[in-house]
Antibody
């Protein structure tokens, strides 16, 4: 069974930093591209960042470029999102989601972790 | 960026009745590889989104056959043939032909 479990969310002051993690199990993590998608309270879904299976290709939304860094450790079956210079508008639930090239983008999602940026 | 526009933004349906959601993209989602990169997700209350339909019309594993997707180019539709209580939530279309991947605003389905 595919499982994605996010952690690392919490309350942080504007300008602060946070590192999110996504622990993957139930599939060969090193074979799949991964993504972060966020959802502000009461709002819709926003793609944040993607990373290919070997970390060769990395992409960011303009809204986080230069502030967020996506990475992965295939030996630990883990995906990360380092978030720096956080702003109030970064407040959201952050989901990790898997890409399955044989089926669909974002075929499985984690439960999400809440990041709140507030003074 | 490709803009995804869903209509309606909300709908209230009697159990057993059909429902339909439209999604229009600002650019064609047909790739040169022949695939159309349009997806449908359902976010049930308090849950993460779950994949329903991929590449316009393919039901994901475990998705009931009352859900169907259709369309081409820039116009797409998700249909539920007979709505059930468990179908409540917010439905999103998404494109992945071009970065940044973008979602529609969401359509909230409630049961009458």
């Amino acid at each position: 069974e595919v499982q994605l479990v996010e952690s690392g969310g919490g309350l942080v002051k504007p300008g602060g930093s946070l590192r999110l993690s996504c622990a993957a199990s139930g599939f060969t993590f090193s074979s799949y591209s991964m993504n972060w998608v966020r959802q502000a309270p009461g709002k819709g879904l926003e793609w944040v960042s993607s990373i290919s299976s070997s970390s060769s290709y990395i992409y960011y939304a303009d809204s986080v470029k230069g502030r967020f860094t996506i990475s992965r450790d295939n030996a630990k079956n883990s995906l990360y999102l380092q978030m720096n210079s956080l702003r109030a508008e970064d407040t959201a639930v952050y989901y990790c989601a898997r890409d399955n090239p044989m089926v669909a983008d974002f075929d499985y999602w984690g439960q999400g972790t809440l990041v709140t940026v507030s003074s | 960026d490709i803009v995804m526009t869903q209509t309606p933004l909300s709908l209230s349906v009697t159990p057993g009745q059909p429902a339909s959601i439209s999604c229009k993209s600002s650019q064609s989602l047909l790739h040169s590889d022949g695939k159309t990169y349009l997806y449908w997700y359902l976010q049930k209350p308090g849950q993460p989104p779950q994949l329903l339909i991929y590449e316009v019309s393919n039901r994901f594993s475990g998705v009931p056959d009352r859900f169907s997707g259709s369309g081409s180019g820039t116009d797409f539709t998700l249909k539920i043939s007979r709505v059930e209580a468990e179908d409540v939530g917010v439905y999103y279309c998404m494109q992945s032909i071009q970065l940044p991947y973008t979602f529609g605003q969401g359509t909230k389905l409630e049961i009458k």
